[in-house]
């Protein structure tokens, strides 16, 4: 299959901006879907650790330092209408694809309404596919969700009641080779994240202070939020970041927002690290509670957790992640997807 990849063009495709979780995405699936055996044709910006056939650069580094002014990367709005950078992209992005692309091909995005004029543009000859929904701004026909509580909310957030035989449900892939497992681990929790109260970044650090236990955070934003007895460490490169949560007691995610998928869950699951989260949204298919971490509703929940992380087995927890998160597993599911949507230009649903 021929795969049109648009990346987002606030940043780098490269590990130097992970805190981008789109840009981080791009590389993963550009990865996984390069070594099925498709071709890939990535638009995005000069530097890139993304496996492709072709890098078509639609903004280059010194454009993004100009419009962006004073705005960090992994802070800006994905709105085409108001953000210059967002139309020096499309409109180059729309140029390049019009040069090499043939009927039956796949456009994949994640940037939402942003990239709909894309979609429309080809809509005759291509194949438009939202690939890894954890937003609410989508539009296509052709959408997968990152987990099956992201589409129930869509469908109710858009006052939708009919189903779609082409929305699919299929979760982000994590490279395996990118975490390790401690049998080991240090005297510490982590949380990783947004410092916005939405983050519960404040839960964090009131359930540690209440539990008597060090909380080490990692991120950026609102840096009053992180309580005194908390040790911050900034927004770290992911290397460094990886290493502080390899070796963590245990994972704060308690996101007071319906958060569709969460991969800092997944990536500490993957080292064999529990999740301590709320109760709802992905964190109910991403989290076995009491086998992989908790999930709490209430402030001596939180608690509790802390204090019985240390009874859950923590390769178990590393070897659930690897049979459900890894690419091996969610490439065939995508090829899947692919080669049901291809069939529309044939016999379509009543394909045998």
């Known amino acids: 299959m021929r795969i049109h990849l648009l990346s987002v063009p606030n940043g780098q495709t490269t590990k130097e901006y992970s805190l981008c979780g789109f840009l981080a995405l791009t590389i993963r699936f550009a990865r996984m879907m390069k070594n099925r055996g498709h071709t890939v044709f990535l638009y995005a910006s000069e530097e890139n650790e993304a496996p492709c056939d072709e890098l078509i650069t639609v903004i280059t ?12 990367y992994q802070a800006v709005w994905f709105d085409p209408k108001g953000i210059r950078l967002w139309q020096v992209a499309l409109g180059r992005t729309l140029a390049g694809i019009e040069k090499r692309v043939q009927r039956g091909d796949f456009i994949c995005s994640i940037g939402g309404t942003a990239d709909k004029p894309i979609f429309d543009h080809f809509d005759a000859s291509c194949f438009g596919v939202e690939y890894s929904i954890g ?12 987990s099956h509580w992201h589409r129930a909310f869509i469908q109710g957030f858009y006052q939708n009641n009919s189903g779609n035989f082409f929305d699919e449900v299929i979760p982000v892939p994590f490279e395996p080779s990118e975490f390790w497992y401690v049998h080991q681990p240090g005297d510490y929790f982590v949380y990783l994240g947004r410092l916005t109260s939405a983050k519960g970044v404040h839960i964090a650090c009131e359930v540690a202070e ?11 934003g609102e840096t009053h939020l992180v309580g005194r007895g908390a040790e911050y ?3 770290l490169p992911a ?23 969460n991969c800092v869950a997944i990536e500490a699951q993957l080292f064999g690290v529990p999740v301590i989260s709320t109760p709802w949204g992905g964190f109910t298919e991403t989290i076995e509670h009491g086998v992989t971490g908790f999930r709490c509703s209430m402030f001596r929940d939180f608690v509790r957790a802390v204090k019985d992380v240390d009874k859950l087995d923590r ?26 949507v291809s069939e529309l230009h044939g016999a379509g649903f009543y394909a045998e």
Do not use: W
């Open 135 to 146: 937003y609410q701004g989508t539009f296509s026909r052709f959408r997968v969700f990152e």
């Open 233 to 235: 460490l900034g927004a």
């Open 239 to 261: 290397d460094e970041r990886n290493d502080v949560l390899s070796k963590a007691r245990g994972c704060f995610c308690p996101t007071t927002y319906m958060e569709p998928f």
């Open 315 to 340: 390769l178990a927890i590393r070897e659930r992640a690897l049979r459900l998160y890894t690419p091996a597993v969610i490439g065939p599911r995508y090829d899947a997807y692919f080669s049901r």
């Open 61 to 72: 580094k010194a454009e993004q330092r100009a419009l962006l002014g004073s705005i960090p």
């Open 210 to 220: 209440k539990a008597g236990v060090k909380l080490k955070v990692i991120g950026h």
